[in-house]
């Protein structure tokens, strides 16, 4: 899946620094056309940091991120919006609007469709992300856990991004919703060929969807397959993959691999 | 595929007819989607040639499906684009359900019952609230550990010294205005020394006391529900329950009990800086010492027209405390309650600090204070 083609974003020498404490030093990640990212590290690895900084949300101290070989700063903010979908941790759906109305708020702003069109598209858009069609007018509150994910998908993909961005997916959800989250990306990044960077701790994530893996380690990013970061000698790496979790997702994906591609 | 930047500064759709067939070639995208729509419009067509089309989005796929569904044959569909199609022609679409109509008439009467309700609703929460504050505290006073002194004196800090420059900043303002407004109309009678009895006798009847307790409900009772609020979003007051303590005796006791000592205290703060304005506002206005002033103001007013200031402060203290913790513990839920409810908290503190000020004065008129 990993094209030999150009990175469509590339970060190079990001430093983050909060006071004395540095959080990212000198640190470089390509992401790949259609690939599938994922972004793990421990807790307080900065994470969320580098997921700002990729989207321009945060300024790095130093180093540039580019898409396309643009500075993300310089980008219009019409052409952000076309670029990057960003799914936030607890959804961001606004809440003085209905699920339908968060979906249309962008195409509003950036497009000239007429309402009927957006409407349209709007309803396509709730049911690609895997919701009822009713759930269109209902409001956030109304929403349970994991219809908020998949609405807060609808509206990332409202304008058909080409690099979708996901902040924990499937933490606060119970194992099958997680799954149908899971299943959702992978449709998406091969139905509408959309690159996926999903910042995830759910390790049957990594092993089910995730095409290549960046670890954030000693402020630094190591980026490979999965099955070949198994064989890292790094301590935190070994204690993650290998942990008691780590196993049992790694057997769950395999299962899953072979029932798919009709092997016994 | 080109970069994405270049197309979307200039997204081109270029659409050629030939009988009842159409050759798109271009890009057919969320911008360009309103010139297919025009093009095609009342046009009858039996196949669209698909073999030029560089790019398509998701919207775009759905303008195509819906072609293919009123019977349109789709050419030369590339196979970059037949992942997309498939997808979005295999969704089971359906148009957003309307949002049930209400007429106007039935919303009016809907709000007035509504409002009717919750005004019930809430006269019943503040006295039954009132009743276990009362419980509470006197239970807290009697016995001996039951009060927590660390967190009193932490909240006569936050909500009495914390407030001090701008109580005072206030009270040397209100003095100010009344002894302006008071000079201009006393003067057509010459009557302008009495400018010094009406500043002294308003600011310490009412004007202390009533600035003081608006400043701290804004101030301070928006603090209790904010925290009160967010304490109870986040479970807190379940743990402290859970843990067998009383939220009540832990939370709302201290800071009634500190909100009873500071705003006395505030308002006679606030009554002596009053006076201070007072002199300063004179001096300019009627050429009249300082010393003079206070001799004056000595003779005008006497000590039961500062009590009838600083009996009210306690009242008013209790009323704050209490509509500001009631409306914390009522928040439900998420966030955006907290907001709702210190709202409500502020006006309904205010306006109850309002007309119970004016019960005094019926009152003290009554008893001839």
Known sequence: MVSRAQPILSARGIVNRFGRHAVHERLDLDVMPGEILGIVGGSGSGKSVLLKTLTGLHRPDRGEVRVEGKPVERISEASKAALFGVLFQQGALFSSLSVAQNVMLPMRYHTRLPLAHQERIAAMKIELAGLPADSGIKFPYQLSGGMVKRAAFARALALDPRILFLDEPTSDLDPVTASGIDALIRQLNQGLGITVVIVTHDLTTLFTICGRVAVLVDRKIVVDRIDRLQKSGHPWIHDFLHGPRGRGAKLGAQKEREQSHGIR | ???????????????????????????????????????????????????????????????????????????????????????????????????????????????????????????????????????????????????????????????????????????????????????????????????????????????????????VAGRSGSAFTAELGVMKAREEIDALKVMGLDPMRMLVVPRLVALVITLPLLTFFADAVGLLGGAMATQVLLKVAPMQFFEHARSAVDTHDLMVGLIKAPVFAVIIAVVGCMHGLRVRGSAESVGHETTRAVVKAIFLVIVLDALFSIVFEQVGW
């Open chain 2, 1 to 215: 595929m080109s970069s994405v930047l270049a197309e979307r500064r200039s997204p081109a759709i270029d659409i050629r007819a030939d009988g009842d067939s159409l050759a798109i070639a271009g890009v057919l995208d969320i911008s360009t989607l309103p010139d297919a729509e025009r093009a095609l419009k009342l046009r009858k067509l039996v196949s669209v040639d698909l073999r030029n089309l560089d790019g398509l989005d998701s919207p775009g796929a759905l303008f195509l499906c819906g072609l293919r569904a009123r019977g349109v044959e789709l050419t030369g569909v590339r196979g970059e684009h037949k992942a997309l199609l498939d997808l979005i022609c295999g969704l089971d679409l359906k148009p957003l359900p309307k949002v049930p109509r209400v007429p106007r008439w039935r919303e009016v009467v809907i709000a007035i019952g509504k409002g009717g309700e919750e005004a019930l609703r809430d006269a019943r929460d503040i006295v039954t609230f009132i009743g276990r504050t009362a419980n509470s505290t006197l239970a807290a006073l009697v016995q001996p550990r039951g009060l927590h002194l660390a967190s009193v004196s932490r909240q006569v800090a936050e909500t009495g010294i914390d407030a001090l420059p701008i109580v005072g900043l206030m009270a040397i303002m209100i003095s100010v205005v009344i002894a302006y407004q008071s000079v201009t109309q006393l003067r057509s009678y010459g009557a302008e020394n009495l400018t010094i009895n009406l500043v002294a006798i308003s600011m310490l009847r009412e004007m202390g006391v009533l600035i003081t307790a608006i400043l």
